[in-house]
């Protein structure tokens, strides 16, 4: 029986790896996206059980809708991947404060909206918070923003894991450094130092996190719940 799989911010970088992840295994994938239409269009036109659905989850009119209309279309949802994030990298003092709250709408409470509407509609399930090992202990204070958001999203994820139990897992995919359009445009030099503070020498890719997601969303996953998954290479002391 194929599953129902929403995957937040999954029309481009590891949102859509994740997506292909479960598309290829034949699973029905909502491919939620808020600007980039261009890219997710791909995907719809490549997996017959893609399902284009637009939202700004900073939004919760919108949300709701979102949860509605899946409702409508197919009843439930098995599985929820809060993948949607963004970065307003800048020095602490450039920092304002719309910026840090735009960064934590959509990294925090757009997870948080999404659970919460998502959760209604499922009987038994999982959901994955895609968080990141700057929430733990890789700590950029041009990031101070995002890190703080991924760190509060781990919090979110212990809370949840315990609001929704014993029918829904809650756990957090906590990646570094991940080969996307996001660090395309990092600079040689920077590249190169943070590649020297991973134990396997590189970034991953994106397919490398997606197989984790995948895993942790799996029956053969069934018993971890509440736990915090790194995949980040690992860091030298």
């Known amino acids: 029986m194929n599953r129902i799989v929403l995957v937040t911010g999954a029309s481009k970088g590891l949102g859509a790896s994740i997506a292909k992840q479960f598309l290829d295994d034949g699973d029905i994938v909502y491919i939620n996206y808020h600007t980039s239409q261009k890219k997710a269009l791909l ?41 949607a994030g963004i970065s307003h990298d800048s ?18 409470i757009g997870s948080f909206l999404v659970s919460k509407y998502g959760s209604m509609i499922m009987d038994k399930g999982c959901i994955i918070n895609i ?30 894991a315990q609001a929704y139990a014993p029918n829904i897992r809650v756990n957090a995919i906590a990646p ?7 660090t395309s445009n990092l600079e040689k030099n920077f590249k190169i130092k943070e590649e020297n503070k991973i134990l396997l020498q590189r970034f991953a890719e994106p397919e490398e996190i997606a197989k984790v997601v995948f895993f942790i969303a799996s029956n053969e996953a069934s018993y971890v719940n509440d736990s915090i998954i790194r995949v980040d290479g690992g860091l030298k002391c």
């Open 43 to 83: 995907l719809s036109k490549k997996y017959s059980k893609a399902y284009l659905i637009k939202c700004d989850i900073r939004n919760e009119k919108e949300v709701k809708k979102m949860i509605t209309t899946i409702k409508k279309q197919h009843g439930y949802l098995d599985i929820i991947i809060n993948n």
């Open 91 to 108: 020095p602490i003092q450039d920092k304002t404060s719309q910026l840090f709250m735009d960064t934590l709408k959509v990294n925090l």
């Open 131 to 160: 968080s990141s090992n700057n929430g733990i202990d890789a700590y950029y204070p041009e990031s101070i923003d995002y890190d703080a958001s991924k760190s509060a999203l781990i919090s979110l994820t212990h809370n949840l």
């Open 176 to 182: 570094g450094w991940i080969n996307t359009d996001m």
